[in-house]
């Protein structure tokens, strides 16, 4: 059981706008960054967005990110089909000293 | 280009020992921290070990109970990771994993993998 949440799904139809949570305590998310990952099925992580709103080069304008008090968000504009991901949230807890990651939500591109 | 590339993974026994290799190319391997994560078969990534960038501080995932023990040689670009008495919940594909530039969190680049299966 992780200590920052997500919901297990989401979903949307191409062109649509979805968004999915990420939600923790003061100690983890409250006071510090907030990166997202990307996993294309049977692949690894890619890093998407990294201290809350920043994209590393080459990933698209249409993934965003945003946090408030001790939540998060990724909001993807335009959606496509090869967005269907799982998608982490990840950031440092603070009272366990370690790097954590959300649940994980499965995006399907219905 | 930024490569990172696992070895070593297979199916070992219940209380057996698996050591894993991550080979580095396309950047300077002893300027940053690595790390190994895992995820178990249909379920989130963990966490499980890092390495300070000249090797003399390494910290694990409290729950290993100091099975584990990751290694680094910087003269050869590899990062390791020595598994003992490993246990049915060790199952998993490991990957390892570069830390952004002088900090040990997050990762910015990630292998593919490696399979790692306790079973008997």
């Known amino acids: 059981q992780s200590v920052v949440t997500q919901p297990p799904s989401a979903s949307g139809t191409p062109g649509q706008r979805v968004t999915i949570s990420c939600s923790g305590s003061?100690?983890?998310?409250?006071?510090?960054?907030v990166h997202w990952y990307q996993q294309l099925s049977g692949t690894a992580p890619k890093l998407l967005i990294f201290?809350?709103?920043q994209r590393p080069s080459g990933v698209p304008d249409r993934f965003s990110g945003s946090k408030s008090g001790s939540s998060a968000s990724l909001a993807i504009s335009g959606l496509r089909s090869e967005d269907e991901a799982d998608y982490y949230c990840?950031?440092?807890?603070?009272?366990?000293?370690?790097?954590?990651f959300g649940g994980g939500t499965k995006l399907t591109v219905l | 280009e930024v490569q990172l590339v696992e070895s070593g993974g297979g199916l070992v026994q219940p209380g057996g020992s698996l050591r894993l290799a991550c080979a580095a190319s396309?950047?300077?391997?002893?300027?940053?921290?690595m790390s190994w994560v895992r995820q178990a078969p249909g379920k989130g990534l963990e966490w499980v070990a890092n390495?300070?960038?000249?090797?003399?501080?390494?910290y694990y995932l409290d729950s290993l109970e100091g099975r584990f023990t990751i290694s680094r040689d910087n003269t050869n670009n590899s990062l390791y990771l020595q598994m003992h008495s490993l246990k049915a919940e060790d199952t998993a594909v490991y990957y390892c994993a570069r830390a952004f530039p002088a900090s040990a969190w997050p990762f910015d680049y990630w292998g593919q993998g490696a399979l790692v299966t306790v079973s008997s």
């Open positions: 990840a950031t440092w807890d603070d009272s366990l000293n370690v790097g954590v």
């Open positions: 396309g950047f300077t391997f002893s300027s940053y921290w």
């Open positions: 390495i300070k960038q000249d090797g003399h501080g390494a």
């Open positions: 003061n100690s983890n998310i409250g006071g510090n960054y």
């Open positions: 201290k809350n709103t």
